[in-house]
């Protein structure tokens, strides 16, 4: 109960704090005449931002704790391999990734005092193209970091196994090794090689 309460708490701070930071240095970036001080708030601004999305993963977390209350156990498999699950997967990565490398080039960009990202001309076309580059890229970057999992072309680096709702011969997250034992046993023989996720799902659909 003590956690739940936790979670709870912790999402809820999290996305009020952060929201307020953001509001803050979103305003004051804006509005500062110096071209570090405007790197700084905007680095800032990234870091809350990302730790926004974690609350947000966090309350996500405590609301589906609450809604499955007792049932989670049972219907393991069915949220594991919802688009729900999938989606809160992207937000954590996001928020974690975001915040990391906000704080890496907060620090990089302190410990250079930023001589070697802008001139020091800060109202050069070129100093702003260089800050706002410097954000899009940091975003860019965790978002790509977030969404490479769910690719098709690259689930058979990521996905571990498969959940068949309602085929009672596969029970829980099925895994390729377990998917060759059972077309050896179905075709009486089987030529043990790799197969991708897509082979296989092809495969059980004209099993079934």
Not at 107 to 136: A, E, F, G, Q, Y
Request: net charge positive; proline share 2%.
């Amino acid at each position: 109960m003590t956690l739940k309460v936790f979670s709870w708490l912790s999402g809820i701070l999290a996305i009020t704090l952060n929201l307020l930071i953001i509001r803050t240095h979103a305003i004051s970036a804006f509005q500062s005449t110096s071209l570090r001080g405007r790197i700084d708030k905007l680095l800032v601004l990234l870091v809350a931002l990302g730790d926004f999305f974690i609350g947000t993963y966090l309350l996500s977390i405590a609301a589906v704790d609450f809604y499955y209350k007792d049932e989670f156990c049972r219907m393991k498999y069915q949220w594991l391999t919802s688009s729900y699950c999938s989606a809160l997967g992207v937000v954590s990565t996001i928020g974690s990734q975001l915040s990391l490398f906000s704080m890496t080039m907060l620090s990089i960009s302190r410990l250079s005092n930023v001589k070697l990202l802008i001139s020091k001309d800060p109202t050069t076309l070129r100093s702003h193209l260089k800050v706002w580059t410097m954000v899009t890229t940091l975003a860019i970057a965790s978002l790509a970091l977030a969404l490479l999992p769910l690719l098709p072309l690259l689930e058979d680096f990521f996905v571990n196994g498969i959940f068949y709702e309602g085929v009672t011969l596969f029970t829980g997250m099925v895994d390729k090794n377990t998917h060759y034992r059972i077309f050896e046993s179905y075709n009486g023989r089987y030529k043990n090689q790799p197969l991708s996720w897509v082979t296989i799902r092809r495969m059980v659909g004209e099993m079934f």
